[in-house]
């Protein structure tokens, strides 16, 4: 069977609702808008869903004429954001890594304050921004990145996911445990037509002129537990990962591979994927 995308997606801001699409633009920092945006505490550190599950339930998206971005959440008004504009700088600090951001003002400060219910502050990434990609994994690749944690790009593939759900049910889990929808891990772009966790041995993957190399499994947490649609947790999928994909070197559980960028290029759902194993 030929491999193929399934499904691609990003995240304008990190920690919020996907955009999902049918083609993307891939850059060097990864797909376009991803993660441009960011929500920080007073003091400059990031949040996501980790701490604040809410986040799930706030859904960006952007006019026809990408002018705004808008921001949904139920029972309020939207809030709209223009492109355009260019904020304070201000530095603000993802895990290790600190960084110039673009504030953007008080009322999309007032907005998201309101719904997590703790002072925030709404961030950009700005156009001559510097920050790259983990070295320990990305070695020398050049891998710009925005607000993701620590990589432009995460793949995931449809077999893994269905493998991990038959041994969630298998486990015994509660009802309503599986199966777990994708959505769950986050991805930028998921693969069908491989067999279970054979992204474990690929080491690079060639779609039309873009090219993109593995650089690291990603080690999963408790926003995997949380529900994309309504922000409620659960407790699978972390359980049955600990069995079946614990990572001893990582210290940690693995679901997909993060990736660098090695050639840009237009990526639309349904293209063939030419796979490169290790």
Request: hydrophobic share 40%; proline share 7%.
């Amino acid at each position: 069977m030929t491999v193929r995308i399934e499904s691609l997606a990003f995240y304008p801001i990190k920690g919020c609702h996907r955009v999902e699409c049918q083609s993307a633009e891939l850059l060097p920092s990864g797909l376009r808008h991803d993660r441009e945006w960011m929500l920080v505490q007073p003091n400059g550190m990031f949040i996501t869903q980790r701490t604040d599950a809410v986040l799930a339930t706030l859904s960006p998206a952007f006019d026809a004429g990408e002018r705004l971005l808008t921001v949904a959440a139920t029972g309020r008004a939207p809030l709209r954001v223009p492109l355009a504009g260019r904020g304070e700088r201000r530095l603000v600090r993802v895990w290790s890594d600190t960084c110039e951001a673009e504030d953007q003002g008080d009322e999309a400060a007032a907005w998201f304050s309101e719904i997590v219910g703790r002072p925030l502050r709404l961030v950009r990434f700005p156009d001559d921004g510097v920050r790259h990609a983990n070295r320990e994994f990305a070695g020398e690749d050049h891998a710009p990145v925005k607000f993701p944690d620590a990589y432009p790009v995460l793949v995931t593939q449809s077999a893994s996911l269905a493998a991990l759900n038959a041994a969630i049910v298998a486990s015994g889990a509660a009802p309503g445990e599986a199966p777990l929808p994708m959505t769950r891990f986050r991805p930028n772009i998921v693969l069908a037509g491989l067999a279970p966790f054979d992204e474990d041995r690929i080491d690079r993957l060639r779609i039309g002129d873009a090219e993109l190399r593995f650089v690291k499994p990603s080690t999963r947490c408790v926003v995997t537990t949380t529900d994309q649609e309504s922000g409620v947790r659960g407790i699978e999928p972390l359980p049955t990962l600990k069995k079946e994909r614990w990572n001893g070197e990582l210290k940690g559980v693995t679901f997909g591979e993060n990736a660098t960028v090695l050639r840009p290029g237009s990526l639309r759902v349904g293209d063939a994927v030419e796979v490169c194993w290790r």
